[in-house]
Every structure is written in C-alpha cells, then in structure tokens.
C-alpha cells in the first residue's frame, strides 16, 4: 500500500485552534482522523483530542494488520470517542460537554471507508472532478420540506461527539480506489469559505498534494480575512504499489509485521488526570450502536 499525504492547520482569527488530525497506519491498513472542536462549549480541543486519541488507541488494538470489519470498527470508534468524551466532563464535573465534529477514513487493500458526524467533510476526487463528498448533519445540509428556501444557519449541527443525546454518524460503502484518486478530510475552516469547485479545482492540479494541501489552506486563511476560522485539512493521493512517484510518499510495505506508526500525539490532553480508557464503557458503547445497526436494517427489509 502506498500513499503520498500532507497535513496541515493553521490558526485562523480564533483565539485558539480547536481543530486536531493526525494518520496512523500498519503494513497493510491506513486510518486518517479529523476532529473540529466547537466553539462555544468548553474544552473544544480537548474533545477533539480525545475522538482522535480513542479511534488511534482503538485502531491499534484491531489493525492486525488490518481491522476485520471497517464498517463496525468506524461505528464502533466513534461511540467510544464519544463515551471518553463524557467521561471525561463527568471526571472533571463539568456543567456543559465538551463537544467537537468528526471525519475518519480507513484504507485496507484497494478501498476506502469512511465515517463522519458533524460538519467536518471528506471529498474524493478522481480524473478532476468531484467523485463524492460528505452530506453535513447540519440544518443547511438537511431536505427542507416542500422546497423551502428558508435562510438556515449552517453553524447549527444537529448532532457532535460529546454531546448529553447519543451521536448520529454515517458510514459510508466500501469505495474501490484508483490510482491518481485525491481524498481530503477537512474542518469548516475550508469548506466554508471555499466552495466545491475550487475545492476540487485545487486538489485536482499537477502539484503534488504536498503543494496542493497548503495552497488550499492558505486560500481559505485569505479569504476568511481577519475573522477566518481556523483550517486544518489532510490531503492524500491513492497511489499503487508499483508507483514510481517520490513525492513524499508513504510506502507501507517497507515497515515490519505489527508495527504501528502514528502522527497522533500520544497520551491524553489536560492534566493527565483522566484514567486509562474504560473498556466496559466502550463494550457498552458497541453493543448499543451493533443493537441500533440491527434495528435498522430490520426496518428495510
């Protein structure tokens, strides 16, 4: 497996970056992780380093070296995150949740799955254009009935890790990939003051997503102005084993059997009060979203 990758963030007109990513990846698997933690709750970046940490600690325990089942891993993470979340604003006795959005991609073999809540994005794009991105949970995203074109506020978000109701996620289908494919998870920092087709103009180009990455970064920081959001992005190409491209490339056959390699900060944010994670929480965790999956297809049938 091989993939070239560039990650960025930069700090906007807020008076701190809330948002965390980071990608870890073993012989044969590769997860990319993006939180966005939300302002006008506490300890944004503090949720937002938890959902990263939790899915890494998660991904490490089942990546062997690849996770059995990426649908139920992606489900299963971002219960858990959202579970570490609450534990730690009950630790902390806190009167209001830290909260933040998510976006995570796993690449095993030729594929890609992905998961997200909230308004954090991922798009693919392939041969220039815009193959598929994700639907916001968002007012501003959802149908509205009858063809309304009520003015909506797209900063309201109908559902986030951390928050007191359980979290609604979706899960993408298996996505078989091909060489050249670009994949980018984002904060609301880009997409939000960069529409769709500079977006996918941009991180279509010749330049490597080396130069592509910070180009975008630095066109959102321009134009969102003094009062910018903060913009964090990682941009990715899907590249085949046999690729003769240099271009800070990731070659996953060059490291050992059950080594695990990471960008995401180790150990957990705050004082270090909080304790290791709780696994009966998170096999509550799983069993509740296994029981939700399982109500939900009965219903289609």
């Not at 534990?87 to 902390?92: D, G, L, M, V």
């Not at 149908?143 to 309201?156: A, E, I, K, Q």
């Not at 880009?190 to 977006?199: K, M, S």
Request: contains cysteine; glycine residues 8%.
């Amino acid at each position: 497996m091989k993939f070239s990758v560039f990650q960025v963030s930069r700090k906007g007109g807020r008076l701190k970056n809330e948002d965390r990513m980071g990608y870890c990846y073993t012989r044969e698997s590769g997860l990319f992780v993006l939180a966005d933690g939300m302002g006008g709750h506490p300890e944004g970046e503090v949720a937002a380093q938890l959902a990263l940490q939790t899915i890494a600690a998660l991904y490490q325990r089942e990546a062997r070296p690849t996770v059995k089942d990426a649908k139920a891993f992606l489900a299963e993470s971002a219960m858990a995150a959202h579970q570490q979340i609450m534990r730690y604003a009950s630790h902390k006795a806190m009167l209001d949740t830290p909260r933040t959005t998510v976006v995570a991609a796993l690449l095993q073999g030729t594929t890609a799955t992905w998961m997200h809540c909230g308004d954090s994005r991922l798009y693919v794009v392939r041969d220039g254009r815009l193959l598929t991105r994700t639907r916001d949970h968002s007012h501003a995203e959802r149908p509205r009935p009858h063809g309304s074109d009520m003015p909506v506020n797209r900063n309201l978000l109908l559902t986030c890790l951390g928050s007191p109701t359980t979290p609604l996620f979706d899960i993408a289908a298996p996505l078989q990939l091909q060489r050249g494919d670009r994949i980018m998870l984002c904060s609301d920092g880009v997409w939000g003051v960069l529409d769709d087709a500079v977006i996918v103009h941009t991180l279509s180009s010749d330049k490597p997503v080396s130069d592509a990455a910070p180009d975008l970064a630095e066109m959102a920081l321009r134009k969102g102005g003094v009062h910018s959001d903060n913009v964090t992005l990682i941009a990715l190409e899907w590249e085949q084993p046999d690729s003769t491209r240099e271009d800070r490339g990731v070659s996953t056959e060059t490291i050992d059997e059950g080594v695990f390699a990471s960008t995401i900060q180790a150990g957990m944010p705050s004082d270090g009060e909080l304790e290791d994670m709780d696994e009966d929480a998170i096999e509550r965790s799983i069993a509740e979203i296994n029981e939700a999956i399982r109500r939900s297809a009965k219903k289609k049938i």
